[in-house]
C-alpha cells in the first residue's frame, strides 16, 4: 500500500515539474513574446506583451519593450502612449532612463508639431541634466521663436561654449543678446557667426547693426564694406549702404554721410525702388543739411514732397528750411533750426527690432511656453519651501534697495521695467507708501498695455490677496497684462492661485535682483 502511494506521488511531483519546467514557460506570455522575437515574429510578440499589461498596467519593461519595438516598425502614435505611460508611472531604473523617455517623446512632439509638450520635455530634462546639448537647443530656440529673450539667451549663450563653431547657435545667441539688450554679447556672437560662416548675408548686417550700436563705428564699416562690394543681394547691399551712411553722420563724416546716401538714392532709382527711393531722399536731405549744404538739402525734400505728402513731417521740414534760408543773417533767423532734428532722424532710422524681424527666427504660431517655464518655477519652489524652509529666496540680498529713498526706488525700479522691455508710459499715484510703486507701460514686443507693481517689502511674503488684488487692478486699468516685482517670496497659497490668474506674471527675488545690477 505504501509503495502503491509513493508511486503515485512520484508520478504527480514528476507532472508538476514537467509543467513547472517545460510547459509553463512556454505558456507564459514573457517568455513567449522572447521566443517570437528570436524568430523575429514581433507581431506576435507585441500581442503576448499585451496581455501581460492586462494583468500588470504598471509594468514598466513591457511598456519599454512595446514603445521600441512600435518604434521599430514606424507606428509612432503607439510607441508614444507607452512612452507617456512610462511618464505617468514615473518610475525609471538604470535601463530605463527618464531623460531618453523624455528626449524621445520630445522629437516625437517636434515632429507632429506638438511644440508645447515637446518644450515641456526638453525643460523637464535641463533640471537634472543642465549641460544636455540638444534640450538646450530646442528650449533656446524654440524660446526665441516666442520672443522671450532672456530665456532663450540663457540657454543659448550656454549652448554656444559647448559648440563655439556652429554657425545656427551662435547667430540664435546673438539675436538672444540682441534683443535682450545685450549688445557687447551680441555683437561677439555675430562676430564668431560670421566668422564660421563669411558668405552669411545676415550675420554681416547683424553684426553691423550691434557694433554700430556698441558705437564701434570702424568695426561696425568694416561689416558694411563686406556687404557692399560682396553680396549678390541688392536689398543686403541698400541696407549696407545707408547703415554705413549713418554710421559716418554719427562720427562726424558728413561728406562720407552724403555720398552713401547718394549712393542708396541713385540704387533706388537704378532698380525702379519708388517706396526706398522716398526713404532714401529723406536722408539724402539731411546728410545735406549736416554737410552745410543747405540748399542741396532742400532740394532733396522738394523732391520727396513732389512724390508723398505725407511722408513723416516732409512738409514741415521744407516749411522750416525754406524759411530759414530766407531769414538767414536777418533779426528774424529761425531760433531752432532744422539741423537740430538731426538726432530725431537718425534715432528713428533703424527701429530696435530691426535684424529681429530680418532674420526668421520668429515664429508664426504663439505658444504658452511662458507659462511652463512659469509653472515650473512655481513647482521648483514649493517642493524646496517643504525642505529648505525658503532658504533659496532668503538669501537674495535686497539690503542696497530697502535703504535707498523713494525717489531713487522708483528711478531703478523705471530702469529695471525698461530692461524688461517696458515703454513706461505713466507714473500711477495708486500706491502713496514708500515700499512700492506703479506704472502703467506699453510692452515694446507686444505693444499690450501693461500695469507693473514693484514692491520692496521687507519681512513679509506676498500672500494671495495682494495676487488677487493685483489682478483686479489690471481689469480696472483696462490693461492686457500685469508685472508685479517682488524683493519678497510668494507664499504657497500665493503660487497656488498664481495658475489661475491668467493675466499676472510675477517677477521674482532673483530675476529683480538681476534687473537692478548695475
Given at each position: ?24 514557460p ?6 513567449r513574446a522572447?521566443?517570437f ?14 496581455k501581460i ?20 516598425q ?6 508614444m502612449?507607452?512612452l ?8 525609471f ?17 517636434l ?18 541634466f ?18 522671450l529673450f ?11 561654449k ?5 554657425f ?29 560662416r ?16 556698441k558705437?564701434?563705428y570702424n ?10 562690394e560682396?553680396?549678390?543681394d ?33 540704387f533706388c532709382?537704378?532698380?525702379?525702388w ?13 546728410a ?6 543747405t540748399?542741396l538739402a ?10 508723398d ?27 531752432k ?20 524681424n ?11 511656453i511662458?507659462?511652463?517655464?512659469s ?13 529648505d524652509?525658503?532658504?533659496?529666496q532668503?538669501?537674495?540680498?535686497f539690503?542696497f ?11 531703478m ?33 507686444t ?9 520692496r ?10 495676487l488677487?488684488?493685483?489682478a483686479?487692478?489690471?481689469n ?8 508685479f ?20 506674471r510675477?517677477v ?11
Amino acid at each position: 500500500m505504501l509503495f502503491n502511494i509513493l508511486i503515485v506521488a512520484a508520478f504527480l511531483l514528476g507532472i508538476v515539474a514537467y509543467y513547472l519546467y517545460f510547459i509553463a514557460p512556454k505558456l507564459n506570455p514573457f517568455n513567449r513574446a522572447e521566443s517570437f522575437l528570436n524568430e523575429d515574429k514581433i507581431e506576435e510578440a507585441i500581442t503576448e506583451y499585451i496581455k501581460i499589461l492586462d494583468k500588470a498596467p504598471y509594468d514598466i519593461s513591457v511598456h519599454k519593450k512595446l514603445a521600441d519595438l512600435y518604434l521599430k516598425q514606424g507606428k509612432e502614435d503607439l510607441a508614444m502612449k507607452h512612452l507617456e505611460r512610462l511618464v505617468d508611472i514615473n518610475r525609471f531604473t538604470p535601463d530605463i532612463v527618464k531623460s531618453d523617455i523624455y528626449r524621445t517623446l520630445g522629437r516625437m512632439y517636434l515632429k507632429k508639431g506638438l511644440v508645447e509638450r515637446a518644450f515641456e520635455k526638453y525643460y523637464e530634462i535641463l533640471k537634472e541634466f543642465p549641460a544636455d546639448s540638444e534640450s538646450l537647443y530646442h528650449v533656446g530656440f524654440i524660446s526665441l521663436g516666442q520672443e522671450l529673450f532672456e530665456t532663450a539667451y540663457k540657454y543659448l549663450e550656454k549652448l554656444a561654449k559647448q559648440e563655439p563653431a556652429n554657425f545656427e547657435i551662435l547667430f540664435g545667441a546673438g539675436i538672444a543678446a540682441l534683443q535682450s539688450q545685450r549688445i557687447s554679447e551680441a555683437a561677439n556672437f555675430f562676430k564668431d557667426a560670421f566668422g564660421v560662416r563669411a558668405d552669411s548675408d545676415i550675420a554681416a548686417l547683424a553684426a553691423a547693426f550691434a557694433f554700430y550700436r556698441k558705437r564701434d563705428y570702424n568695426t561696425a564699416l568694416h561689416y558694411t564694406a563686406h556687404l557692399i562690394e560682396n553680396s549678390s543681394d541688392d536689398a543686403a547691399r541698400f541696407i549696407a549702404n545707408r547703415l554705413a551712411g549713418f554710421i559716418y553722420a554719427e562720427s562726424n563724416k558728413p561728406n562720407l554721410a552724403l555720398k552713401h546716401f547718394e549712393d542708396v538714392k541713385n540704387f533706388c532709382i537704378e532698380h525702379g525702388w519708388d517706396v526706398e527711393l522716398i526713404t532714401a531722399l529723406y536722408d539724402a536731405g539731411f546728410a545735406a543739411l549736416i554737410h552745410g549744404k543747405t540748399e542741396l538739402a532742400y532740394d532733396y525734400w522738394n523732391q520727396l514732397y513732389q512724390m508723398d505728402r505725407n511722408f513723416k513731417d516732409t512738409q514741415e521740414l521744407i516749411t522750416r528750411l525754406r524759411k530759414e534760408m530766407d531769414s538767414y543773417g536777418s533779426k528774424y533767423e529761425e531760433v531752432k533750426p532744422v539741423i537740430n532734428e538731426k538726432q530725431n532722424w537718425i534715432a528713428s532710422a533703424f527701429p530696435d527690432d530691426f535684424i529681429w524681424n530680418l532674420c526668421g527666427l520668429k515664429s508664426d504660431t504663439s505658444y504658452n511656453i511662458a507659462g511652463i517655464i512659469s509653472s515650473g518655477k512655481s513647482s521648483v519652489r514649493r517642493d524646496k519651501r517643504e525642505t529648505d524652509s525658503l532658504r533659496e529666496q532668503e538669501d537674495v540680498d535686497f539690503e542696497f534697495l530697502y535703504k535707498v529713498d523713494s525717489e531713487t526706488f522708483r528711478s531703478m525700479s523705471y530702469r529695471a521695467c525698461e530692461k524688461m522691455g517696458f515703454i513706461i508710459d505713466d507714473i500711477l499715484q495708486t500706491y502713496r507708501e514708500s515700499d512700492g510703486v506703479d506704472f502703467l507701460a506699453t510692452n515694446k514686443e507686444t505693444k499690450q498695455k501693461t500695469l507693473i507693481w514693484v514692491r520692496r517689502w521687507k519681512g513679509t511674503n506676498v500672500g494671495e490677496i495682494p495676487l488677487r488684488n493685483f489682478a483686479q487692478a489690471i481689469n480696472d486699468a483696462k490693461a492686457k497684462q500685469g508685472y508685479f516685482f517682488t524683493t519678497s517670496p510668494l507664499t504657497p497659497a500665493a503660487e497656488g492661485i498664481l495658475k489661475n490668474l491668467e493675466k499676472v506674471r510675477v517677477v521674482y527675488p532673483d530675476e529683480f535682483l538681476r534687473l537692478l545690477q548695475n
